[in-house]
């Protein structure tokens, strides 16, 4: 089986997420039932959701306190990990991803390469 990793992006407000403390109270059942669904067939490897707050590392310097953001906004809010036989049923799970509900939102799925063990 091939792991993935699935991203999840999501639009941000100026200084937080864009998603309120009652918008998360609301869709975690949502997100309980679409991770139970993967976990029960044994294909959930980990998942967890990110913390606003970042350090950005470059070559020349640290910076703390905002996450690195694209240029409209969009930011790496969450991930998964797991493993399937195939990407296209990665990809319908990522089609009925809770995320979708937030404008600018989308899943990005990576096949993970294994390091070779000798």
């Given amino acids: 089986m091939t792991e993935y990793l699935l991203l999840f992006r999501n639009a941000s407000a100026e200084n ?39 350090s950005i590392v470059s070559d020349e310097q640290v910076t703390t306190g905002q996450p690195y953001k694209e240029s409209n906004s969009v930011l790496v809010s969450g991930f998964l990990i797991c493993k399937s036989d195939d990407m296209e049923e990665v990809q319908a799970w990522g089609k009925t991803c809770p995320i979708h509900k937030y404008p600018h939102s989308s899943v990005e799925i990576r096949p993970l390469i294994p390091f070779p063990t000798n």
């Fill in 16 to 54: 937080g997420y864009l998603a309120t403390s009652q918008d998360m109270a609301e869709d975690m059942p949502k997100w309980q039932a679409w991770i139970g669904n993967i976990a029960s067939q044994g294909k959930l490897l980990h998942t967890a959701p990110m913390q606003y707050e970042a």
